[in-house]
């Protein structure tokens, strides 16, 4: 049986296209697809986006770039009405420098 590789990654939410988020929801370790959705799902429910939002990203292709090269190649934003839920992919260590207090 493979061993689960973690997933490292941060939410935050802010205006669309602006550098700096008007809030950071919080940094995550997940191992499984599922997991990553359901905790994007949550970022959404939190900041009051429809939850169609969800299909904005293409999950499997998303998860296998993250399996292939790593959680810190991948940045997106998921969009509605001119606000953004934003996620970071991060590194191990980026993870405990950032996320461990």
């Known amino acids: 049986m493979a061993t689960a590789t ?6 935050s939410y802010g205006l669309a296209g602006c550098y700096m988020p008007d809030s950071h929801l919080g940094c995550y370790v997940v191992t499984t697809r599922r997991e990553l959705v359901d905790t994007v799902r949550e970022g959404l429910a939190f900041y009051d986006m ?3 939002a969800i299909r904005q990203i293409k999950w499997s ?4 770039q993250a399996k292939r090269y790593g959680t ?4 997106f934003d998921i969009e509605h009405k001119g606000n953004a839920l934003h ?3 991060m590194t191990a260590a980026e993870y405990d420098a950032e996320c461990t207090d």
């Open 87 to 89: 996620f970071g992919g």
């Open 72 to 75: 810190s190649s991948i940045h």
């Open 61 to 64: 292709r998303l998860w296998s």
């Open 6 to 11: 973690p997933c490292y990654f941060s939410l």
């Open 50 to 52: 429809p939850k169609s």
